[in-house]
């Protein structure tokens, strides 16, 4: 496996495989690396000629008050968890280069980027999306992968691509979970052992919501509400947002109809936790 630090770097050898006439795939990632990016890796491997994963723990995703320091970093263990599964290159950009002095240009995906995670975390999705593009004109993707836990992203990411006409197939795979339910994802390592008790409520309030669906219960806010209570149930746990919403637009419903979302934001101890899943009623 390549490891790809400077810009130039990155860029010469996507021309290199263009000029092979072959396919790209990029996972970008922030690093930590767990089952839920491997899973988007192997796909990314098995359906494209050559697989970049980039790591990077982007700034300027994060607000002031966020996790941005503390964000788990392990890059021996994710260096070596990716050569083993046979990426083609590692790119480690840095901030510098990425965000050089005097930097002052963004990608603003509007109204979806406005509810539930942007809602809270006011710097995520135009962070999010200035850093993709970023990587996508660099890298020169045929293909990227993303996870469906961060389904907003995923869905603000289709958008941006959508509406500037980039082509760029955007694959979403399903989340990759714990034996108990809990979703995996890089901030799980917050987590101490009762902590970790009370994060599987997350998974345990969606599962209760879609068995109601499937007896018939079509009231979003009945369903918000036996949520609420399975996470509040839980003493540490404290709620930024329960949302039964259109799985496009993102806009909270009152009944269930068809195709909807439903998904979870969580303080547990210095974790904020999401989760979701996609419900359908006939
Ligand atoms: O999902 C993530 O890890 C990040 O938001 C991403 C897509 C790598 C952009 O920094």
Redesign the pocket.
């Known amino acids: 496996m390549k490891t790809l630090k400077t810009l130039s770097e990155m860029k010469a050898w996507s021309r290199e495989a263009h000029q092979d006439g072959k396919t790209i795939g990029l996972v970008?990632?922030?690093g930590y690396l767990h089952e839920g990016h491997l899973s988007l890796v192997r796909k990314s491997i098995s359906t494209c000629d050559r697989t970049v994963v980039s790591i990077?723990v982007?700034p300027r995703?994060f607000g002031p008050n966020e996790d941005l320091d503390a964000y788990p970093r392990d890059e021996e263990s994710d260096r070596s968890k990716l050569d083993q599964l046979g990426v083609d290159a590692l790119f480690l950009p840095t901030a510098d280069e990425m965000y050089p002095e005097g930097f002052q240009t963004y990608v603003h995906v509007e109204e979806i980027t406005d509810k539930l995670c942007g809602k809270s975390r006011r710097e995520l999705f135009r962070g999010?999306t200035t850093?993709?593009l970023k990587l996508f004109h660099l890298v020169q993707p045929h293909s990227a992968f993303?996870g469906e836990k961060?389904r907003q992203?995923l869905e603000v990411i289709r958008k941006m691509v959508d509406d500037l006409n980039l082509d760029i197939e955007i694959v979403g795979l399903p989340i990759i979970r714990e034996l108990d339910g809990l979703a995996l994802s890089s901030r799980n390592q917050y987590l101490g052992e009762a902590e970790r008790e009370t994060a599987k409520s997350l998974h345990e309030a969606l599962q209760q919501a879609q068995q109601l669906v499937a007896q018939g219960e079509s009231s979003a806010e009945t369903l918000r509400s036996r949520m609420r209570s399975i996470i509040e149930r839980e003493g540490q746990a404290q709620v930024d947002y329960i949302s039964v919403c259109d799985p496009k637009r993102f806009e909270e419903l009152e009944e269930v109809r068809g195709k909807a979302m439903i998904a979870l934001a969580v303080h547990v101890g210095k974790a904020r936790l999401i989760d979701n899943c996609l419900i359908e009623r006939i």
């Open positions: 970008p990632t922030m990077f982007n995703q999010v850093i993709v993303f961060d992203q």
